[in-house]
């Protein structure tokens, strides 16, 4: 008999603390949602606060709703729930917030040239430095290098460490204090993309002694397609890192209308341009939503998903041809798991129109995203059987798959 069976993952569903959870996700029937480091899962209670913002807040109050709705106070409000309070502030995109973060700690780094990064990090990580290299003029250095010799190239030219702690594509997960402490013994300053990590796994930006940090909000925070970015610099590098998008709401005093930049004094420096609202208020029901489970919990069940679904992989498609790219081990894993198959492009438009949601990534990764409050543990195993039906019926030679659409 398995040892996971159908009886064996109910009994685990049965015990699991964070069950109750699922209710308060909006899906369709019968689907299997294993994308959820991709997209998060719309929240129920985002559509009544999206709602009353439209159209009381903006529909009523309008103009008056930056003070009487407190949207003004948004971009702080939200990212004193996300980390400690004046520490991280919510606004732009991840792109833009990369950019932010990189030229303020160079600014803090003037004598050094060389901003270093690993090679396969998520592409805006590496075209971001790319475009800052190429816009100074030759002063500024892009470089990446393989995973294994980051540490090894921390000389005293570099001035930046970009990394992800949690890899987009294999899950892997970097030990943040122990990078950063060898980073600060080369004086260089480290930029952490938590992309993949807020939300699912416990990040400890002061325990690491984290320099800046930057992530999504639509991941597993939950926050909708596009949601507002976010942006951690710590206290002790706020008076002196200078922001190079010198937008009006990072001023000291926007509505004094002056024409000289005067950066605000704390991690409201970091704001550039106005408060995306309607994005920031499904973002707000996201974080609070996050906020009422236990981190350790998520953690715990997090891992256990992986293992469930590792253990079926083995035990039902060990011989389709599939390879584990993700560590197997559990402090090395993320909250998504990742194999690499010749024909994962098609195997994962198969299983779509099956009712099982992950992501492919290119060459050949097939990625299954585990989000603790609203997967289930039966749901490992009906995936995994979805995914031995696709190879067992060679699925994938649909013709339909040949060529890949725009979205992966």
């Not at 209710?23 to 998060?40: A, H, K, R």
């Not at 939300?199 to 002061?206: E, Q, S």
């Not at 891992?303 to 402090?331: C, I, K, N, W, Y």
């Not at 995994?384 to 979205?407: F, Q, Y």
């Amino acid at each position: 008999m398995s040892r996971w069976d159908r009886a064996a993952l109910e009994a685990l569903d049965k015990a699991d603390p964070l069950a109750a959870f699922r209710e308060q996700f909006q899906f369709p029937d019968g689907l299997i949602y294993l994308d959820g480091n991709s997209l998060g899962a719309l929240p129920r209670r985002t559509l009544a606060r999206v709602e009353q913002t439209v159209t009381q807040e903006w529909g009523e109050g309008l103009i008056t709703s930056w003070l009487g709705a407190e949207w003004i106070t948004a971009p702080r409000r939200l990212g004193d729930k996300i980390a400690e309070p004046g520490e991280l502030i919510v606004a732009d995109s991840t792109s833009v917030n990369l950019f932010k973060a990189i030229t303020a700690a160079l600014s803090l780094r003037p004598e050094r040239s060389v901003i270093l990064s690993e090679t396969g990090n998520f592409p805006t990580d590496l075209y971001m430095m790319q475009g800052i290299a190429a816009f100074s003029g030759g002063r500024i250095r892009a470089e990446a290098v393989h995973e294994d010799a980051v540490l090894d190239r921390l000389g005293d030219d570099v001035a930046v460490l970009l990394l992800t702690q949690v890899h987009y594509k294999t899950g892997a997960v970097r030990d943040m204090a122990e990078v950063t402490r060898r980073a600060h013994q080369a004086g260089v300053l480290v930029v952490w993309d938590l992309s993949h990590s807020a939300g699912a796994i416990p990040v400890g930006l002061n325990a690491a002694d984290a320099d800046f940090a930057v992530g999504c909000g639509y991941k597993f925070l939950n926050g909708g397609p596009g949601a507002p970015a976010y942006l951690f610099a710590a206290r002790r590098h706020q008076a002196q890192a200078m922001p190079v998008l010198s937008g009006w709401m990072g001023h000291a005093a926007p509505f004094a209308f002056e024409d000289c930049y005067r950066a605000a004094e704390g991690i409201e420096r970091f704001l550039c341009g106005t408060p995306p609202i309607l994005g920031m208020a499904a973002l707000e029901c996201g974080v609070d939503l996050l906020a009422e489970a236990d981190m350790a919990a998520i953690r715990a069940k997090s891992l256990q998903l992986g293992r469930v679904f590792m253990d079926l992989m083995d035990e039902h498609v060990a011989d389709h041809g599939f390879t584990l790219v993700s560590p197997r081990e559990d402090p090395r894993r993320g909250s998504h798991v990742s194999y690499a198959h010749p024909q994962g492009y098609g195997i994962m438009q198969a299983l779509k129109e099956r009712g099982v949601i992950g992501d492919f990534r290119d060459p050949d990764v097939l990625r299954f995203g585990l989000t603790p409050l609203y997967l289930r543990h039966v749901d490992m195993l009906d995936a995994v059987l979805a995914i031995r039906a696709v190879c067992e019926t060679r699925a994938w030679d649909d013709p339909r798959w040949a060529v890949r659409a725009a979205v992966t």
